[in-house]
T-cell receptor
Framework: AQTVTQSQPEMSVQEAETVTLSCTYDTSESDYYLFWYKQPPSRQMILVIRQEAYKQQNATENRFSVNFQKAAKSFSLKISDSQLGDAAMYFCAYQYNDMRFGAGTRLTVKP | DTGVSQDPRHKITKRGQNVTFRCDPISEHNRLYWYRQTLGQGPEFLTYFQNEAQLEKSRLLSDRFSAERPKGSFSTLEIQRTEQGDSAMYLC????????????FGPGTRLLVL
């Protein structure tokens, strides 16, 4: 069964600094998709970034980038130049057919 | 706003009552998904539709739960004889047809069973 593990329940970063959120997953498939979603308090889940497993190049979206290590089944999210608005729960997700989520990492941004 | 919408946003009910939630997906999206999210956890997959066909159901979806998407547009999720353990956020998401497509989430319906 596919599982997604986020080993950091909480992380904190100083405004303008860089933070990396970790995610590992377990699968026997080779063609799948990985996502990071952000869920601000009492607000809906929004897509941060996605990665296709068949692509070796790491995805980037402005201040957000991933480090995708397929052999290690690792998919970390790096947030550069952190902003107060980045404070939220971050969920790593794996999709083959249905989508499986990790338990989330709560990111706090200190001014 | 052309995103995914859900109604109601909040529902408080007494144990044993039936509740129904509605989800309106992004208009051109063929796929519609339902998830349940409990406090401090990530969403858990419940079921999904492609057009009006319900293609997959999780073991989490007990026989008290039923979902429909009668015309391939909006969907309803009904919980019969609610239990306190049903208290959670129920999320709906939609995507284009294909498992490679990104899912876009609605704001969720928060259910509290007293």
């Amino acid at each position: 069964a596919q599982t997604v593990t986020q080993s950091q329940p909480e992380m904190s970063v100083q405004e303008a600094e860089t933070v990396t959120l970790s995610c590992t997953y377990d699968t026997s498939e080779s063609d799948y998709y990985l996502f990071w979603y952000k869920q601000p308090p009492s607000r809906q889940m929004i897509l941060v970034i996605r990665q296709e497993a068949y692509k070796q190049q790491n995805a980037t979206e402005n201040r957000f980038s991933v480090n995708f290590q397929k052999a290690a089944k690792s998919f970390s999210l790096k947030i550069s130049d952190s902003q107060l608005g980045d404070a939220a729960m971050y969920f790593c997700a794996y999709q083959y057919n249905d989508m499986r989520f990790g338990a989330g990492t709560r990111l706090t941004v200190k001014p | 706003d052309t995103g995914v919408s859900q109604d109601p946003r909040h529902k408080i009910t007494k144990r044993g009552q039936n509740v129904t939630f509605r989800c309106d997906p992004i208009s051109e999206h063929n796929r519609l998904y339902w998830y349940r999210q409990t406090l401090g956890q990530g969403p858990e997959f419940l079921t999904y539709f492609q057009n009006e066909a319900q293609l997959e159901k999780s073991r989490l979806l007990s026989d008290r739960f039923s979902a429909e998407r009668p015309k391939g547009s909006f969907s309803t999720l009904e919980i019969q004889r609610t239990e306190q353990g049903d208290s959670a956020m129920y999320l709906c998401a939609s995507s284009l047809e294909s498992r490679s497509e990104t899912q876009y989430f609605g704001p969720g319906t928060r259910l509290l069973v007293l």
